[in-house]
């Protein structure tokens, strides 16, 4: 799968009679170029055409999702702005061909205007945990002390961020098909340079932890840190993978404060489930955000980016070292100009095509998810919470814990799904992988899609989560003067042959 970008414009640009399946005109091309600049995440079984997610790179009308918080299928509309935006670049008889430079740089702007964020740099990395590992080299490069890396929830974020916050290789290839040695530091960070630190937000059993009791382990985690004379880069979780926020903005706030230049703060907000106002003001507080536009967003999985706030953007470009191992990571055309011309860095790689096309999908949705007013934003979501609370008490076997209640469920728009098993007590991690899979077969139902299992304790939750088409489709709906009722309709539908479908597979036979 892997292949330099450079050979599939050309590829593309001149079809030759062996490869015209490949020509960028067709269907097949924006399908196939969506699973590449990734790892074998989002490669497709060649039988299946389904990636490591269960999602497809072709639309899938048929399919029901709610499954936002892993991946989702992309939509009709992304795959149409896909292919026309792909025409936009390859295609000299479009209507408005464009340089490579400034086709992404289109892609930055839009996603900075949709944010309100004009004064921020945006850089384009292919994974939420590729953008863990690109703030942590950007702040060692701006850093002329240790570094320690303070980790919020890491069992609640990707399961390669860990790695990735300890500045190593998570994986063994990377996004830019470039292999590497899986745990090993990047070139130019060196083993001692980088420490650790993680901060729990549930305990042993799965239980919440109280915000105060986080900030507070914040707070003398950073103290500490700073007398070992160490700078600190810190973590703030806008959103987990069962929906809980983690350090508060305050503390956040407070912690930079200790030592201007020296604590710097980044918002894991990867999820995308918070306000985006709050992101607005959390690039004015100085943080750096990460975002994707492939969880609640709902594009292609592996979208992801960095919001830079000007003021360590314009440190990047003027004194930055930036270690060389980055180079396997991140393309030239990821970067803005403004940054990109004034650092000193040698870039291995000019373009990631396919985490542009499928930022292209992405911002399909975002473009009018962000059209609309907050207020009917968080009204979809809280409602969408209430239907499914609705119907948990129908399914045998799923139940809605008590430790997982709360009023963040409504604000993000998903609901953890404790599992258990025929004798009631709680199903084994591997027994939901199984009903998540089972529920994309083709017995018992549609095809459909739910968020992977996550372990909280000794329970594992499945999650059902809408996503921004939902709070989108809803939105037009009643802005063409349905009622609130007629314009839930849809999901309703969808959440009833999903729950139904759950409840077949929870009665076949399982083991105990």
Not at 20 to 35: I, K, Q, Y
Not at 47 to 67: K, L, M, Q, V
Request: proline residues 6%; hydrophobic residues 45%.
């Amino acid at each position: 799968m892997p292949a330099t970008q450079r050979e599939i414009l050309q590829v593309l640009a001149n079809p030759a009679p062996e490869t015209e399946g490949l020509d960028h005109r067709s269907p097949a091309s924006v399908s196939f170029l969506l699973g590449t600049g990734g790892d074998r995440r989002i490669w497709p079984d060649a039988i299946t055409r389904r990636n490591r997610y269960g999602t497809r790179a072709t639309p899938a009308d048929d399919e029901i999702s709610f499954s936002s918080t892993t991946a989702s299928n992309i939509s009709r509309e992304g795959f149409q702005a896909a292919g026309i935006e792909l025409a936009r670049l390859m295609d000299i008889a479009s209507p408005s061909p464009v340089a490579t430079d400034e086709w992404f740089a289109d892609i930055r702007d839009r996603i900075a205007g949709n944010l309100g964020c004009a004064g921020a740099q945006i850089v384009l990395a292919a994974s939420g945990t590729d953008a863990e590992l690109l703030a942590l080299c950007m702040v060692a490069g701006v850093s002329r002390r240790p570094l320690t890396n303070v980790l919020v929830a890491p069992d609640e974020t990707g399961n390669g961020v860990p790695r990735a916050a300890a500045g190593c290789h998570y994986s063994d290839l990377t996004a830019l098909g470039n292999a590497v040695e899986a745990g090993a530091p990047l070139d130019g960070l060196p083993p001692d340079r980088i420490e650790v630190r993680t901060i729990a937000i549930r305990n042993e059993t799965g239980e919440p932890r109280h915000q105060h009791e986080i900030d507070a382990e914040i707070i003398a985690t950073v103290e500490l840190e700073l007398r070992r004379d160490r700078d600190v880069l810190v973590h703030v979780l806008d959103a987990s993978k069962t929906g809980l926020p983690a350090v508060t903005r305050q503390a956040a706030r407070h912690v930079a404060a200790l030592a201007p230049g020296r604590v710097r703060v980044i918002v894991d907000a990867c999820q995308f489930r918070g306000s985006i106002s709050r992101l607005g003001q959390d690039l004015a507080d100085g943080f750096v955000v990460a975002l994707t536009g492939s969880k609640f967003i709902a594009g292609p999985p592996f979208s992801g980016a960095l919001l830079i706030p000007p003021a360590l953007a314009e440190e990047l470009a003027a004194r930055s070292d930036i270690p060389a191992g980055l180079a396997e990571y991140t393309a030239a055309q990821d970067w803005p100009a403004a940054v990109r011309q004034r650092m000193s860095f040698a870039f291995k790689s000019e373009l990631n095509l396919g985490l542009g096309l499928r930022w292209v999908a992405a911002l399909a949705h975002l473009d009018r998810y962000a059209a609309i007013d907050e207020a009917r934003q968080s009204l979809v979501k809280e409602e969408f919470v209430r239907l499914v609370r609705s119907r948990i008490d129908a399914v045998k076997g799923i139940s809605l814990h008590q430790d997982d209640e709360g009023d963040h469920l409504g604000s993000r728009a998903m609901v953890p799904l404790t599992v258990t098993n025929r004798a009631g007590a709680f199903a084994a991690f591997e027994e939901c992988q199984t009903i998540q899979l089972s529920m994309r077969g083709l017995n018992g139902g549609p095809i459909c899609h739910v968020g992977q299992a996550v372990r909280l304790g000794s329970r594992t939750v499945l999650r059902v989560a809408a996503s921004a088409p939902d709070v989108i489709g809803v939105s037009a709906r009643m802005s063409a003067g349905q009622s609130p009722q007629q314009a839930f309709a849809p999901i309703e539908s969808r959440l009833d042959a999903f729950f139904q479908k759950l409840s077949v597979v929870l009665h076949r036979p399982r083991d105990a």
